[in-house]
């Protein structure tokens, strides 16, 4: 079994980081097609944090949305990365922060120094995937 089945078969907490309000667009359509199978989706979007966001209050940090989540004893498994691979070195850091379990990144997105940081602290790392299409590939069997 590859790696992102076991993350896809066991975590059911995703951190959405850059998950846009607007319904157009890929990380919201992935958002509430993992919601509709039973994920609880976490908007993380500074742009956006004290907004709700299909149903969920978004934050504007990964380290934000862990603290006020641990009070209910919630943990973020996944932190799925809709930003720039540029942009990926702080999300990886706050993931290993927050003892995330996996660190997965969109189609497109890849960022090989993050991932190691990621990898060395423990992390599932999948690069250049998209979570959606690979729930639907897993369930299909």
């Known amino acids: 079994m590859h790696l992102r089945n076991e ?21 919201h359509e992935v958002a509430r097609y993992l919601q509709a199978h039973g994920y609880r989706v976490i908007p993380v979007n500074p742009a956006i944090a004290g907004q709700t966001l299909l149903g969920e209050t978004c ?16 943990e973020i ?12 070195g702080p999300i990886a850091d706050e993931a290993i922060a927050i003892a995330a379990n996996c660190l997965w990144m969109q189609l497109g ?22 979570l959606k299409i690979d729930h639907m590939h897993a369930v299909a069997g």
């Open 7 to 27: 993350v896809i078969a066991r975590y059911r907490t995703v951190a959405v980081v850059g998950l846009s309000p607007r319904p157009e667009r890929d990380s």
């Open 59 to 74: 934050y504007a940090s990964l380290t934000e949305a862990a603290a006020a989540l641990a009070k209910d004893g919630v």
């Open 77 to 88: 498994e996944i932190v799925d990365c809709f930003r720039k691979s540029e942009d990926i």
């Open 109 to 130: 997105v890849v960022n090989d120094e993050a991932a190691r940081r990621a990898e060395h602290a423990g992390l599932i790392v999948v690069m250049n995937r998209c």
